[in-house]
């Protein structure tokens, strides 16, 4: 059995969880989010509480246990507390503007870059190196901030560019004369 898979999710007060054939639904104030659940897993909800099962103890169908689980713990999770993902802007004359909902980035080269964030992300810069990239949908918000990071990934000699924050970049000697 999945030790992840067997918990039971708790439903908090305020969230509400509709099954209809192979669908959840969990919806609150701050939004509404769905998955598609694989056939050879039944979700069961009940007591507030969900609980996933397996029909075999197939391999696909053990991984799949565990996965399903996560997948509506994330959900309930957003939902309630949200998901969020800082990137950090390093490289002198490199920055970051916000007007509206779009975002300006100066980072070397010859133009700005224009980023529009999709509906669902909420983008908050802190100052002209920081921002915070925030979401209900974990794999949305993961997605935007690699992204941005795509958009000037940290090089290894001197380090400039988008990374997130606490990110290790392993750095290279650079040349040596003789």
């Not at 898979?5 to 099954?19: M, N």
């Not at 959900?75 to 002198?92: A, H, P, S, Y």
Request: charge should be positive; glycine fraction near 10%; proline fraction near 4%.
């Amino acid at each position: 059995m999945s030790r992840v898979g067997k918990q039971p999710i708790l439903i908090p007060e305020g969230i509400q969880v509709e099954k209809k054939g192979n669908v959840i639904t969990v919806k609150n104030d701050r939004g509404i989010l769905e998955e598609k659940v694989h056939r050879a897993i039944r979700v069961i909800v009940e007591n507030n509480q969900i609980r996933v099962e397996r029909s075999s103890d197939d391999r696909f169908h053990r991984s799949l246990h565990g996965l399903t689980r996560s997948l509506i713990q994330n959900m309930i999770t957003g939902l309630t507390d949200g998901f969020e993902k800082r990137l950090e802007i390093v490289g002198v004359g490199y920055r970051v503007e916000l007007k509206g909902r779009t975002l300006f980035f100066q980072l070397g080269y010859a133009h700005p870059i224009y980023f529009i964030p999709p509906d669902g992300i909420d983008i908050e810069v802190v100052s002209n190196n920081l921002l915070i990239v925030k979401g209900i949908d974990k794999q949305l918000v993961g997605q935007v901030a690699a992204k941005i990071r795509s958009f000037r990934i940290p090089e290894p000699y001197k380090g400039k560019g988008i990374r997130y924050e606490g990110e290790y970049i392993r750095r290279k000697a650079g040349k040596t004369t003789v």
